[in-house]
């Protein structure tokens, strides 16, 4: 049994030194409820592969349809919530009505998403000679189950939805050691090999078959700036068929990574590099002036 004066003590504290939210005390979203979220689009995407039931590839229409109002149901609740805790609580009904909507729009981008992460899986199989096969990837590669959590997470970003992006994220950034942010822009074709540390920031743009390695950052050259920099690129542009490998640094917005570039292991870049070059930490020099 817990003694009454630690109770007392933690109440206290509680009541010395609070620590208020930004905005109404409502209820906010739910990251055990962000889980399921992922978990039955993932079904969705890939049936067969996740779930309890046993499905054809191509789905059953009834176990589809019945998953289909389970997300719309937890996902409608949540966008709710985090809408209604941004306003203050303000316009409730206007704000359920939006969440439904929004919702709407989620499942109307799924068959897209499903296309995308096709072309996402293809480059972890073509991408590496260890693949068993496109199983083996599906139900255990960090990389792909990274990128796929993100690419949820970009649809709810590009809907303006709030909070919901970054838990699914985070949710993804603590299971794997993967940090994608939901703002990134991110081709098709794209792979990440191992991944752990792996760390790409909000206004990060990626082309087409682009492969990084774990320990790659594409940040930013300084936070110096703090909230003044809020929805101004700050992170790198890597355009297509460039291979990045490990714990390569790629940092600033004005820093391009052009066409069929490969970056080498530890390479600390700050500046753009032309296409079709191969870079090294021993061959690609970094002025004193541009490090953070």
Excluded: W
Excluded at 54 to 78: D, P, Y
Aim: proline share 4%; glycine share 8%.
């Amino acid at each position: 049994m817990v003694k009454k004066a630690i109770i007392e003590a933690i109440i206290e504290d509680q009541l010395m030194h609070p620590i208020n939210k930004d905005h109404c005390s409502c209820r906010m979203p739910s990251n055990k409820e962000i889980k399921k979220i992922v978990s039955y689009t993932k079904e969705l995407i890939f049936p067969g592969y996740f779930g309890k039931h046993k499905t054809k590839e191509t789905g059953s229409r009834i176990q589809t349809t019945h998953l289909i109002k389970k997300l719309a149901k937890t996902l409608e609740r949540q966008i709710a919530y985090a809408l209604l805790y941004i306003s203050d609580g303000a316009l409730a009904y206007e704000k359920k009505l939006q969440a439904k909507q929004l919702t709407q729009d989620y499942l109307q981008a799924i068959p897209a998403l499903r296309q995308l992460l096709k072309t996402d899986l293809d480059a972890h199989f073509e991408g590496d000679p260890a693949a068993y096969n496109h199983d083996q990837i599906i139900v255990s590669y960090p990389g792909f189950y990274a990128i796929g959590v993100f690419r949820m997470a970009h649809i709810l970003y590009e809907l303006h939805i709030p909070l919901l992006p970054r838990m699914m994220t985070e949710f993804a950034h603590r299971e794997t050691g993967i940090d994608i942010n939901p703002g990134a822009t991110i081709g098709p074709y794209f792979m990440i090999d191992h991944g752990t540390g792996v760390v790409i920031g909000e206004t990060a743009v990626i082309g087409e078959h682009v492969k990084i390695y774990q320990g790659v950052t594409l940040g930013a050259l300084t936070t110096k700036g703090g909230q003044n920099l809020k929805n101004v690129k700050r992170h790198p542009t890597i355009q297509d068929r460039v291979t990045i490998y490990a714990g390569a640094s790629i940092l600033g917005a004005n820093t391009v990574i052009e066409s069929d570039v490969t970056i080498g292991s530890n390479a600390f870049i700050t500046e753009s590099v032309k296409k079709g070059s191969r870079i090294t930490d021993k061959n690609h020099s970094i002025k004193p002036e541009l490090m953070p």
